[in-house]
């Protein structure tokens, strides 16, 4: 059986899940990848209204199902998220129907607010697939009190779990304020903070906060694939410490970044298009005692974010946490 966590309401998430934003908007791409990764054993999808593409999630689903009848909905951890532009109540509601309906399901497991940043929607963009309002600046155009105030916001994600619609809700992309913040209001509190997590950044301290207040960390590019030192432009792949470990220990450096991430107590979310490693992936062995040392020395110290969407959001989420961290 897979290894599962119990979030603070009691539901229990697969410890690894798939990530479904590997397809770089090829249609049909994300449809192979996840009824690969389903008929693997991943039992956890990660989904989201940005990656446009939950109706061929939603379709991989349905033929899966209707091929396997040992397997049900219910067998199967669905995680989606409300955009930065679909912010109020309304629009939160909104964007879970409408993942709902190209998910094919009638509820989600978990659903987070993806960034903890609120912009306007373009008015002229379709109603039914509507978009963020680019300003004269080329970024989204901020919400700033539903940003600075995401108390409207957190309580429509709470009616979705009254409604019966969420069994769980969560965030994405928060910083230890913010969840103080939200945590200070929250009648139904965030099950989940999703963010990047790998060796070149530990994020220890936000994970350390959230396990401290029943918050599972779950990390995204828990491979650091596109992640790299700038002064050296070292990637995280080549990085020789790591590749050592994996020489010794007889497995993937990939699966061993997912080995040491299961280790720290949280969810890791793999993805991949190439089926032998969505298949690999999720072979992950225990880490011995000096495999899972070495790991943590190669991660002391660093704070390397890849993902940072200040260009395109007009708006610096990490700015609280300072500058990125060599070493
Ligand atoms: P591919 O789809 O060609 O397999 P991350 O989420 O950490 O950024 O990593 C995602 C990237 O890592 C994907 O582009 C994927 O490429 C690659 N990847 C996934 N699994 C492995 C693996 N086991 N070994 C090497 N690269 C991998």
Known sequence: AQKTYTLNNGVRIPAVGFGTFANEGVKGETYKAVIKALEVGYRHLDCAWYYQNEDEVGDALQDFLSKNPSVKREDIFLCTKVWNHLHEPEEVKWSLQNSLAKLRVDYIDLFLVHWPMAAEKDPNSPADNPMPKIGADGKY????????????????????????????????????????????????????????????????????????????????????????????????????????????????????????????GYVVLPKSSTPSRIESNLQIPDLRDEDFKAIEDVARGRHIRFVNMKDTFGYDVWAEEGNTFLS
Not at 184 to 190: G, H, V, Y
Not at 200 to 222: G, H, M, R, W
Request: net charge positive; aromatic share 6%.
């Open 141 to 264: 155009v901020i919400k700033k009190a539903l940003t600075e105030n995401p108390e409207p916001t957190w309580r429509a994600m709470e009616s979705l779990v009254d409604a019966g619609l969420a069994r769980s809700i969560g965030v994405s992309n928060w910083t230890i304020q913010g969840l103080k913040q939200l945590l200070q209001f929250a009648r139904i509190k965030p099950t989940v903070n999703q963010v990047e997590i790998h060796p070149f950044l530990p994020n220890t301290e936000l994970v350390d906060f959230c396990f401290k207040n029943q918050i599972i960390p779950s990390a995204y590019s828990p491979l650091g694939s596109q992640n790299q030192v700038p002064a050296t432009g070292e990637t995280l792949r080549e990085n020789k410490a790591l590749n050592a470990v994996a020489e010794r220990s007889g497995h993937s450096l990939a699966q061993l970044l997912l080995a040491w991430g299961l280790r720290r």
